[in-house]
């Protein structure tokens, strides 16, 4: 196994996979190899297998994503507390601020792994 351009295109080769595999950060193809080299960026190809991440173009689709999720639950629980309770402005920063921050750093990794991976899988390509 010399090159990716070397290794057959038959996906017969490798197990079937989903696009959670690329949620938990694995190879879309393989589902062993690892997709990041840091939190959110993606390696340059997979150290298992050799498939190579060039075709990786999530672009601002895990960011669109994570504002509508967090927005919608933040939002939503942010106006039952101030409707319910009342309660003074420092309490509203002290609650919804660390939320925010932990449900879009939890979140954004995952998401960008699984859009990879659906790339991957429908065989998307980016616009020329």
Not at 19 to 25: K, L, Q, S, V, Y
Not at 45 to 57: E, H, I, M, P, T
Request: hydrophobic share 45%.
């Amino acid at each position: 196994m010399s090159d990716i351009g070397d290794r057959p295109a038959d996906r017969a080769l490798y197990p079937p996979q989903t696009a959670m595999t690329g949620a938990r950060g694995r190879c879309p193809r393989c589902g062993e190899g690892r997709l990041f080299t840091g939190y959110i960026q993606v390696a340059p190809s997979c150290s298992n297998c050799g498939l190579d991440f060039a075709f990786a173009d999530s672009g601002d689709g895990p960011a669109v994503f994570i504002m509508m999720i967090v927005g919608f639950i933040v939002v939503g629980l942010a106006l039952w507390v101030e409707f319910t309770f009342g309660p003074p402005y420092w309490v509203h920063v002290a609650l919804w601020v660390p939320l925010v921050l932990g449900l879009a750093l939890g979140v954004l990794r995952p998401l960008k792994g699984w859009l990879i991976a659906q790339q991957y899988l429908k065989e998307a390509s980016g616009a020329p």
